[in-house]
């Protein structure tokens, strides 16, 4: 198990649509980081608070808050939401890999060098380290892809076949 991994919201939300969502990443993240705006994001409008949402998910021990230092000075970042530079910035600043979903952000963190994952990569990650066998890997896929967080072509490409 990796002791922490930095997240932006499109992952947490993936979770969100899994069953044991939050079950599965435990077992491979101790924590999992993300930036004030980023639990502001996931919780806000459903939620009274974030406190409420980290307790329906019982994720109060995973989940931490953590604010970079700084925003990187990074090509084209003025063109991400708060919670996504803060989430890049934060990877960069620990040194660590980070999740994320949206296509700009991951271009612009792989372009900062970051080990970048959806949450779709990181259910395989867990059938790789025998974490989730054949069948609930593919169940969690397709759960991926019923909740519209991954298109077809991921799917039938990460497919247990």
């Known amino acids: 198990m990796t002791d922490f991994v930095v997240s932006d919201a499109g992952p947490l939300i993936s979770l969100e649509k899994i069953s044991d969502g939050y079950g599965f990443i435990r077992k491979l993240y101790g924590k999992i980081i993300v930036p004030p705006a980023v639990l502001h994001e996931v919780s806000q409008g459903i939620y009274s608070s974030a ?10 021990d995973l989940i931490e808050t953590a604010r970079p230092s700084s925003i990187a000075q990074i090509p084209e970042m003025k063109r991400l939401h708060t919670g996504e530079a803060e989430a890049i910035s934060l990877a960069l600043q620990f040194k660590c ?6 296509t700009l952000g991951r271009k612009i963190a792989m372009s900062a060098g970051l080990k970048i994952s959806g949450i779709a990569g990181q259910v395989i990650k867990a059938f790789k380290q025998g974490i989730l066998d054949k069948a609930e890997t593919n169940r969690k896929l397709e759960e991926l892809l019923a909740g519209g967080r991954i298109n ?10």
Do not use: C, H, S
Not at 51 to 60: G, R
Not at 97 to 102: A, F, V, Y
């Open 97 to 102: 890999p980070l999740l994320i979903e949206e």
């Open 51 to 60: 406190q409420d949402y980290l307790l329906l998910y019982k994720v109060e």
């Open 152 to 161: 077809q072509e991921i799917f039938e490409a990460l497919l247990m076949r």
